[in-house]
Each structure stands twice: as structure tokens, then as C-alpha cells.
């Protein structure tokens, strides 16, 4: 009788044991009436509540827990799937490159941690449901994290490990009448876990779905279709392999919306377990692709020799035909382009184990936002992703579960790889290999997948070459990545195509300026942690003008962060080191462009979408190049409108008609006719869905352009009697009175102290020039603090020169200047800077109350760029009202705007504050032409800048900068007692090609020599 030795947990070599082998993941019914049911006869789930025994190392487990005597009654319960450390054991450890038990043991390549190395006893009693009595028995583990043992009422079955593709094994020699006990010890790491050191939470436990499962005596434990048109796309060669169980006979018929394409009878057996090969034409077959997801059905019955049913088979097939062809990568005979993201599979509620339900509100949130593509970074997902992908249309790079980012980052410094796996180890190389047989064969049917990946970031060397080989000798139709032959050479043809991380466009022009053959794709790229994706434009426009660039994979879609309570019961979004995990890489794990928690989008998406939609249209005054990037769809599938609106306001809308072949462009007339009436226009135009689909209704929006243009005349100015204004000149204030309105100047304290309008201050503090944003994560990463200190400390502690030299010596008051209709005040700022420097800041006082403000600074060479230059103003928080003519509606940076629309928005100041898991800089507004803050009465302030300045940034939060830097988290953040309101010329772009070093683009700095006016004033209703 075979017996478990725990040793062999340490041994590479050791990674199966009685384990059956992998094969496709189709899903097998007694009749078409269970299929309509979607519940099988022949399948019992196991899912529920298990028994449960946590122990923090192997010498802490109760020995001898599986035996059918040892009672296990008295233990917790515990829910499965679920991980262990997600159900009040152990804790989440959110760790990158680092494997997670540095510093705690010293450990290497070939051994696992003893002392702190927990493992999960599970517990399964139940009785055999009565379809399986008598029948063959099976158990199927969808995912156990990260190696595990089996044993059935006592006996050792099997061991398995990688986390992420089923471990299936054969209980039919174990099972018996009555109470059955089912037994499992999970262990947390194994030396399967040097290849699993992946960017993510790390966990453990059964956390995909278990359970017990039959067959028929006539029965396809495997098939395998291969869908693939000729060169012509004219025909097609389906070829349907099965690997039989019993002998008997498939019926087979192919269908698509209802029309039967072919019907045939074959014979099968398990003669030798050899497949059973059949081959047809189809002749004009619909093509599959991410456009036009068209799926024929394959609908099997099978009989045993005596025409008795065994069991029914549907697979949802697709007709496509990838390759590889004079260096570009083909969808059936076009140029392919990846719109992609990175998605790890996670659940703030549930860690790696994702519903259904969060999975399709995924896929349709991309959608959505015109994202085609899914790397699943950097393991097999759970096997229902593959599915809807097919429906929905995805184009996927499905990814081996490896990765040991922590064995060579270091070597690549020291060049010593002898801890390095797999590199070139023998031991290492079967288990990897493995790994890639169980991806593929469960895998293989889904025409969505278009590359197999060999895993990510584990270098390189001969055992990830082999896995190469492993897939193209398995799947000719199909092409391999793998982007770690960029840090090893020597085996280069281990990827097809040539996959780097976060190359900047700069980098990648000059690879093809070297390399003449292979395509390139961005792997990862646009790196979307916190207030990211700055110039994403440049990634996705260079897939216009160099072929070879064939798009890339944004990292990544979903912040990894877990809800969890702050000492005082509010609930929040955690990230590493919440949970006193250690060593962590704390908020790293917060990358997402959708938000962990309710998978909301966060504003970044506004550019996704627009940087990948397939139709451009490029607006004129009266006509517009529509462009369209689709592959197969012509732009007639889309209702196309046309908007004119005058300063912000929607006037007309027509429909346009357009006839755009794929990979073409035309030029029309716009249905809108330019007017003469002096104001600001914008045509806009915009593609949307005609009809109702799977993840958006009709009229849903996916592609648009913009065109703004101004028509000139002459406005009527208020002419106001100097007499309408009063100056108060007093030792220590100055004030200015007009109708319903005054305004003091301190010179004490060296600024505007007041601004009453019927008897009611609008003001809080005194207004400050402002060069500061709380620093995101690019510039925490790229040293941003550091370099651009001295101008947080201008902010902080600019200092009033008259006051100072009043200080020292004769007192002197601010600039005072009474002229027609006008009072102006000018005050000068001391920055303390090296060198030191000064700028001014003025404030005229006119009749009706407005307040014309100007800011200048001549620029001190010694000190270049600022992150912004502006003013920054207080006013109570009952102001909470923003409305603003501007880009929107999601908030936009110098180089993420590309998205946006101009119009007239609006929204709470509380809204702006996005759900970054670290408070950050946010909630800008670009190109603002005017502003208003108010209260629910409709009564505050309106902004707007001076018509020949341009446009302003424009923010309103409810935290100052420097309030927003301090905390670490959300609920760090003080309570509200303000709105902080930013008016300025620039503010600096928010970059994103990394978050470790990269910089803003320079074209997106801000200028160091300013100077901007704006004019605010009382609004009421």
C-alpha cells in the first residue's frame, strides 16, 4: 500500500503522484434535457462546508488524521473553496518579487520553509449520491494552493501539485457503502512554490470548486478540435480527435444559429487508449474573431454498441486562423492588434476564488472600453473565463503557472544563476513542463486563446525552450510567448514574437531599427498603479505607423486589495502589510484601472477606452475622416451621431451614415451647419451600438471625436463708475467696498483675508500660490518628493515680502492701484527656495464684485519645472457643488485628456476624490473655461480664467495637498471642514510608462516661467 512521505514535499521532482492525467475541459451530460439544466447526473459537488484542522508547520499536524477511526467531529468547519487565510487562518501576505518567507528562514532552491510553513487538514465526510453507486468514481480539484495530499477512508490516493489546473484522481478502489472519509492536507509552500512567485496576494487552501464525478461505460475523457480555415479563409478542416473509454459510437452534428452544417456517425474505442481521429471540410465557414465572436455548436451523443445513449456533449467552436506570417502576427489573414490588459483573477471578497457573477461584470466592463485581449498574468485562470471569452470575444494569452522572479533578479547583477530555476536544471524541468501539458490539454478547445505562454519572469534557459517546444509540437495552430528571453539570449526562439515590459516607445523603435524579423508586443506596459496611464496615446498610436508593433497589455485590470475594518469598524480597502504581513510589498498590489471592492472603473479607463477604440473620427469644422481600425467590421454596424453644442450646451444632433469598410477610411460632410453667433462650439461625433448586445444595450457609446472651434464678436462690457468703489485704507488692513460686496487685504498677515458678499464670507484662508500635488505613485516611484521639494515648502511657507521687510525695517504696505472702475492690490511672495526666489500675486477689485487674479513668476534657472502652478484657496465645505465647462466627465491630466469630452459637468467635490488605495493626487479637471462651487442653495464662487490666458486646471477636493500626502490609506484622511479649490495654469502630467523610475514625459512638464489670470466672484442662483 502506498504510503505519503512528507519529504518528498521538498523535492522538485515530486509533483504528481496517482494523479490522473490532464485532459479537456468539456463538460458531459446523461441527455439534452440535464444539459438544459446545466446539472449533471454524473457530477456530485463537494462544495460546502468541509472539516478543518489548521496547524502552522507539518510537525504541528495531528498525525494519522486520515485514518476512518480518528474522529474529526470536534474540528472547525470551514467553508470550500475558499483560501484558508480569507476564513480566519493565517493571514494575507501581499509579496512581488520577494518569496514571502524571506527573512524569516533561510531557505533555497530545493527546500521549503519548516518553522512557520502552515498546512490545512481537510475533512470530507459524505455518502455516495445514489446516481454514482456502483459506477467508476472520481474526485476533481479544480485548484488546492499550492500542493496537497490525498487520502480516501485512510488509504493514501495521491498527491498533486500547481495551484491553478484541476488534480483529478481515480476513487473507485477506495470508496464503499455508507459514510465515506475524504482527506486532504494542503501545504502552504512546496518546491513547486519557487514557481509560483508571482505580483500577487499569497494564499492558500482549496479554492476552486471540488467535486466527485462519474462516467457512463461508454465515455470522452478527452477531445481535442482544431477549427483552422486554409490561406483562402474559403475553407475549413475541423478535426475532432477523442480519447474513448468503452467502445460504441458519435453521432456529430455542426450547427451555427440553428443551420445544420454537417451530420455524421462514427465509430470510437479505447483500443489501446489510441484517439479516435475524424476530419471534415466546411466549406464557407464563419470566422471567429474578438469583433465577431461567431460560435458554432458541436453538439456529440454518444452510444455504447447497443444504440443506448451514454452521454451528450456540446462545445462551442470557432473557425479562426492565427499565424505568423513575413513577421507579423495574422487573424485570419489581418493584422492583429492587441488591446489588452493583464487580468489577475481576484475578488476583494473572496482573494483568487472570483464568482461568476464579478467575472462576466468584468468581461463586459471591457468591453465596455474597447479592451480586446486578456493575458491571464501569470497562472491558468479557473476554467469558465475561457468560455465567455469565446462568447464575449477575447483574444488570450493563456499563461503557465510559473514564475520565480525571486531566484534571478539578484543574479542578474552577480551573473550567478546557480540558484536560478528552472533555468537549465533537469529537476526542475519536468515539473514545468507538467504545468504546461495540464494548461494546455484543459485548454485547448477555446478558440479565444491565440498564444500559449511558458510563464513570466523566471529568465530563461533551456527548461522554458523546452516547454516552447512542448507547445508547438502539441498545437500547431497557435503561436508561444514568453517575454524572459530578453534577460537570456541563448535560447531566443523560446517566443515567436518579441514580448518586453514597460520598453518605452522610444526603446521599442529602436529594436526594430535592429531586429528586421520578429513582431513586438507590450507584454506589460502603461503600468496603472494609483493615478496612472499618463501618455498611453504614444503606445497606441505607434501601432498606426509601425506594423510590427502589434499592441500590448496593460498592467493590470483589477487593484488586488481586501476589504477589512480600521479600529473603528469602517470598512476600507487593504493592500500588503494591512494585515501585519511581512516582508510585503505594501501598496504595490494596487495597479488596477478598475478598483478592488465593487470593480468600479476608476477614471483612468476614460483613456483606455478612447486609446482603443477601433474607429477613429477626426473632426473639421464641416467634415470628418472616419477611420476604421476594425479588422472584419464595417462601421455601418454603428449608428454614428453628430453633436454641436455652443459653450457646452447641446444644440443639435444629427445622424450620419457611414459605410467605412475595415481597415479603410472615408471623409464625409458633417449633417451640421456652422453658425455665425459669437461663442465657443464643439462638433462632436460618436459611434454607437445599433442593437442590444451581451455586455452593452443599444445606443452604448464604444468611439468618438471631437472638434472645438470659435466664433468671434463682440461682447457688451459692464462699464462701472469708479464711484461704485470704496478703498479703506487702515494701518494694518486695506479693504475695498462696492455694492453688496467687500473685500480686506491684510498686511499683517500678507494677503486676501475677506470677500463677504451679502454679509457672507466666502472665503476660509488666505488664498496661496500653490506648486504642489500630492505625489502619486510615478512619483513616489520616479524620487518626485526629492527632486521637487523646495516647491512643497514654497507652498507650505511662502512668506509676504512687505510684511518681512517691515520686520527689519520701514514698514511697507502691498501695491495699491485705484483706477477707473478698479482697485488692484499687489503682494510679493518670497519663496524660500535655492537660490530664493519671488513671485507676485495680484487681485483686482471691479465694480460687480469680481475679482481678477494674477499670478506671475519669472523663472530662477537653478530651480527648472514645478509640479503646478497655481493658487490655492479654502472655503467652507457646505460649498460641495462642483460644476465646470471643461474636459470630462472623469478627471484629466496633461498627458491623460485624450479621452475626454468638452462640455458642462457636474458633480459633489467628495466624488473627486477617486478610490485610489493611497490617497493621491486626483480629481483634476483640464481645459476648464469656468467653474462654479456652491452650496445646495446654488450660491458660491465662479472661476474662470482669462480668455486670452486658455483654458486652467481646475480642482476641488475636499483635502488640501498636503492633508492628501499624509495618509497612507482613506480613512487616515482628516474630517472634512473645507473645500480646497486649485485654480491653475498647469499642473504637470501624472506619467505611467512604470511606477519605479520613469518621469513624466518633458513635453508634459510645466513650463518654469508663468504667469496666468483668472477672476472669481460671487454666483448665486
Given amino acids: 500500500m502506498k504510503i505519503f512521505d512528507y519529504n518528498q514535499v521538498k523535492n522538485p521532482e515530486y509533483y504528481r503522484d496517482g494523479r490522473m492525467d490532464a485532459h479537456s475541459d468539456h463538460a458531459y451530460y446523461k441527455n439534452w434535457e440535464e444539459f438544459e439544466e446545466k446539472e449533471s447526473s454524473y457530477r456530485y459537488s463537494l462544495n460546502g462546508i468541509w472539516k478543518f484542522h489548521y496547524a502552522k508547520n507539518y510537525i504541528s499536524t495531528i498525525k494519522g488524521f486520515e485514518k476512518e477511526e480518528y474522529s474529526c467531529a470536534a474540528w472547525d468547519d470551514i467553508y470550500v473553496p475558499a483560501h484558508i487565510q480569507m476564513e480566519g487562518y493565517d493571514i494575507p501576505q501581499y509579496a512581488n518579487v520577494q518569496y514571502p518567507w524571506e527573512g524569516h528562514e533561510e531557505v533555497h532552491p530545493g527546500e521549503i520553509p519548516e518553522q512557520f510553513n502552515p498546512v490545512a487538514s481537510y475533512v470530507k465526510y459524505f455518502r455516495l449520491p445514489k446516481e454514482l453507486e456502483g459506477k467508476r468514481v472520481f474526485v476533481s480539484f479544480q485548484g488546492v494552493e499550492s500542493g496537497f495530499a490525498l487520502w480516501m477512508n485512510g488509504r493514501f490516493v495521491g498527491y498533486s501539485e500547481d495551484s491553478f489546473t484541476p488534480s483529478e484522481f481515480e476513487l473507485t478502489e477506495y470508496v464503499k457503502d455508507g459514510e465515506n472519509k475524504l482527506a486532504l492536507q494542503v501545504f502552504k509552500w512546496t518546491s513547486g512554490s519557487w514557481c509560483e512567485d508571482q505580483d500577487f496576494f499569497r494564499f492558500s487552501g482549496i479554492f476552486r470548486d471540488v467535486y466527485l464525478y462519474t462516467v457512463p461505460e461508454v465515455h470522452i475523457y478527452d477531445l481535442q478540435i482544431q477549427a483552422t480555415p486554409d490561406e483562402t479563409l474559403q475553407q475549413a478542416e475541423l478535426k475532432l480527435d477523442l480519447k474513448a473509454w468503452g467502445n460504441g459510437k458519435v453521432k456529430v452534428e455542426l450547427s451555427i444559429e440553428a443551420e445544420v452544417v454537417l451530420e455524421e456517425e462514427k465509430l470510437i474505442g479505447d483500443v489501446n487508449a489510441v484517439k479516435s481521429y475524424f476530419r471534415w471540410q466546411v466549406n464557407d465557414p464563419e470566422l471567429w474573431s474578438a469583433e465577431e465572436p461567431r460560435l458554432y455548436d458541436l453538439k456529440m451523443e454518444i452510444y455504447d454498441l447497443k444504440d443506448n445513449l451514454q452521454e451528450v456533449i456540446l462545445q462551442r467552436i470557432g473557425f479562426r486562423r492565427f499565424e505568423m506570417k513575413d513577421g507579423l502576427m495574422l487573424l485570419n489573414g489581418k493584422r492583429i492588434v492587441f488591446k489588452g490588459v493583464n487580468r489577475h483573477e481576484f475578488s476583494s471578497v473572496t482573494g483568487r476564488y472570483v464568482s461568476e457573477e464579478e467575472l462576466i461584470k468584468d468581461l463586459k466592463n471591457m468591453k465596455q472600453h474597447n479592451i480586446n485581449a486578456i493575458r491571464t498574468c501569470h497562472y491558468p485562470n479557473a476554467s469558465k473565463i475561457y468560455e465567455l471569452c469565446d462568447e464575449y470575444g477575447f483574444y488570450m494569452i493563456d499563461e503557465t503557472n510559473l514564475e520565480s522572479h525571486g531566484t534571478w533578479d539578484v543574479a542578474e547583477v552577480t551573473k550567478d544563476y546557480s540558484e536560478t530555476v528552472p533555468y537549465d536544471k533537469p529537476e526542475w524541468q519536468g515539473l514545468v513542463l507538467d504545468r504546461a501539458n495540464s494548461m494546455y490539454q484543459r485548454d485547448k478547445n477555446h478558440a479565444s486563446i ?572
Fill in 450 to 1021: 491565440l498564444i500559449w505562454s511558458c510563464g513570466n519572469e523566471s529568465c530563461g534557459g533551456k527548461d522554458i525552450y523546452e516547454m516552447c517546444r512542448f507547445f508547438h509540437g502539441a498545437d500547431p495552430t497557435r503561436l508561444v510567448h514568453y517575454e524572459g528571453v530578453f534577460h537570456d539570449r541563448r535560447y531566443n526562439d523560446t517566443s515567436d514574437m518579441e514580448s518586453q515590459m514597460y520598453t518605452s516607445v522610444e526603446g521599442i523603435r529602436e529594436f526594430f531599427a535592429k531586429e528586421k524579423e520578429k513582431p513586438f508586443i507590450c507584454c506589460e506596459y502603461t503600468h496603472a498603479m494609483g493615478n496612472s496611464c499618463g501618455a498611453m496615446h504614444k503606445y497606441t498610436e505607434l501601432t498606426d505607423t509601425e506594423p510590427r508593433y502589434q499592441g500590448g497589455f496593460i498592467w493590470d485590470y483589477i487593484d488586488q486589495s481586501i476589504y477589512k475594518k480600521d479600529r473603528y469598524g469602517r470598512e476600507f480597502q487593504a493592500y500588503g502589510g494591512d494585515f501585519g504581513d511581512r516582508p510585503t510589498d505594501y501598496n504595490f498590489s494596487g495597479n488596477g484601472i478598475v478598483y478592488g471592492g465593487e470593480r468600479e472603473s476608476s477614471p483612468k479607463m476614460q483613456e483606455v477606452k478612447f486609446n482603443y477604440q477601433n474607429i477613429s473620427a477626426e473632426v473639421k469644422e464641416k467634415q470628418v475622416r472616419v477611420i476604421n481600425k476594425n479588422l472584419f467590421l464595417n462601421t455601418d454596424c454603428y449608428d454614428c451621431k453628430v453633436t454641436l453644442a455652443k459653450n457646452g450646451i447641446p444644440i443639435q444632433t444629427e445622424i450620419l451614415e457611414t459605410f467605412v469598410e475595415p481597415l479603410s477610411e472615408m471623409t464625409y460632410a458633417l449633417p451640421v451647419k456652422k453658425t455665425e453667433q459669437p461663442g465657443e462650439y464643439t462638433v462632436t461625433v460618436s459611434f454607437h451600438l445599433k442593437e442590444d448586445t451581451k455586455w452593452a444595450k443599444a445606443g452604448y457609446e464604444i468611439a468618438f471625436g471631437q472638434y472645438v472651434y470659435q466664433v468671434e464678436g463682440t461682447k457688451k462690457e459692464k462699464t462701472l463708475d469708479v464711484n461704485e468703489l470704496t478703498v479703506i485704507r487702515s494701518l494694518h488692513n486695506i479693504g475695498v467696498k462696492g455694492n453688496h460686496f467687500e473685500v480686506i487685504f491684510s498686511v499683517l498677515n500678507g494677503g486676501l483675508v475677506s470677500y463677504k458678499y451679502a454679509g457672507r464670507e466666502m472665503i476660509e484662508a488666505i488664498p496661496k500660490p500653490n506648486f504642489w500635488r500630492a505625489p502619486t505613485d510615478n512619483d513616489c516611484g520616479n524620487l518626485m518628493q526629492m527632486r521637487y521639494a523646495q516647491w512643497k515648502i514654497a507652498s507650505l511657507y511662502a512668506s509676504h515680502k512687505e510684511y518681512r521687510k517691515g520686520m527689519y525695517g520701514p514698514a511697507h504696505e502691498p501695491k495699491v492701484e485705484e483706477k477707473e472702475g478698479a482697485v488692484k492690490v499687489t503682494l510679493t511672495y518670497l519663496l524660500p527656495t535655492m537660490p530664493a526666489s519671488e513671485c507676485e500675486l495680484s487681485y483686482e477689485v471691479t465694480g460687480d464684485g469680481r475679482i481678477k487674479t494674477t499670478l506671475s513668476y519669472d523663472s530662477v534657472p537653478e530651480l527648472g519645472d514645478m509640479p503646478e502652478f497655481g493658487v490655492l484657496f479654502k472655503v467652507n465645505a457646505d460649498y460641495d457643488c462642483l460644476k465646470w465647462y471643461g474636459l470630462g466627465p472623469k478627471e484629466t491630466y496633461a498627458d491623460r485628456k485624450k479621452g475626454a469630452k468638452l462640455g458642462i459637468y457636474a458633480n459633489k467635490v467628495k466624488e473627486n476624490m477617486a478610490k485610489y488605495i493611497v490617497p493621491q493626487e486626483c480629481g483634476a479637471k483640464e481645459e476648464v473655461r469656468w467653474a462654479t462651487v456652491t452650496d445646495r442653495k446654488g450660491r458660491g464662487i465662479w472661476f474662470e480664467m482669462d480668455k486670452n490666458q486658455g483654458p486652467m486646471m481646475f480642482s476641488a477636493l475636499p483635502y488640501t495637498p498636503h492633508e492628501i500626502e499624509n495618509a497612507m490609506h482613506a480613512y487616515e484622511l482628516p474630517k472634512v471642514h473645507y473645500t480646497v479649490i486649485r485654480v491653475a495654469k498647469e499642473q504637470m502630467g501624472i506619467g505611467g510608462d512604470d511606477s519605479w523610475g520613469a518621469r513624466t514625459h518633458k513635453e508634459y512638464l510645466v513650463n518654469p516661467e508663468k504667469r496666468m489670470e483668472f477672476s472669481f466672484y460671487f454666483k448665486g442662483i
